[in-house]
């Protein structure tokens, strides 16, 4: 049974335990009544089409070799990148932002310091949208979210598209440069 489904009814089954009369007759002591609040859902339990998760696209995904060019190529980017922050390699994510890191607007002492406020990480990507290009490079959007809780035990739900960036094989680009790479991030805070 759902976690929520269980919270609520067992409030609803301790408010119908109180009674507002006594069997000799006399005035029941006050009790003060607290409005039964809505369950509170961990960030966890939110499924893909649900507020607050990934977009529900239920279009199967090729379980064969991925072209790392393709966009899927660029979602196993994106997936290591959330692997590497859920084990704590703030470091080695950063590296995965374009220009060696230096496109997430940080330094990796910045960054680093910035992921460090997390006590635990958990990430999802969904589905590589529509690949386009642009003066030799090729972009691809991919929703993704990260929740977990923070080290004030406070739980978090950021989601949003990540834009990935690759240089297309043009004369004078290196192999570095033909890989995906972070180029922005539109994440925000979720309820």
């Known amino acids: 049974m759902d976690r929520r489904w269980i919270i609520m009814a067992l409030a609803m089954a301790s408010a119908a335990c109180g009674s507002t009369s ?11 009544e607290e409005k039964p609040q809505a369950p509170v859902v961990a960030p966890e339990a939110i499924k893909p ?11 199967p995904i090729s379980e064969g070799a991925i072209d790392p060019k393709s966009g ?3 979602g196993q980017v994106l997936q290591l990148f959330g692997g590497l922050l859920e084990q704590r390699k703030f ?4 590296r ?4 060696d890191g230096r496109a997430s607007g940080l330094s990796q002492g910045q960054f680093v310091a910035a ?21 030799g490079s090729a972009y691809v959007d991919i929703p993704f979210r990260l ?3 923070l080290k004030s035990g406070d739980a978090f739900n950021l989601v949003g598209p990540v834009t990935l960036r690759r ?11 033909r890989r995906w790479h972070i180029y922005k991030s539109d994440l925000d805070a979720r309820p």
């Not at 607050?52 to 696209?57: A, E, S």
């Not at 995965?96 to 220009?99: G, V």
């Open 115 to 135: 992921y460090d406020k997390y006590a635990e990480i958990h990430s999802e990507v969904g589905a590589p949208g529509q690949m386009e290009g642009a003066a």
């Open 72 to 74: 899927q190529g660029a």
């Open 49 to 59: 089409g649900e507020p607050g998760g990934l977009p529900d696209d239920r279009t």
């Open 22 to 32: 006594s069997d000799d007759g006399t005035q029941p002591s006050p009790v003060t």
């Open 96 to 99: 995965l932002w374009s220009d």
């Open 167 to 177: 240089v297309n094989d043009v004369p004078g680009s290196t192999e570095e440069q």
């Open 147 to 149: 929740y977990g809780n």
């Open 91 to 94: 470091g080695e994510a950063y």
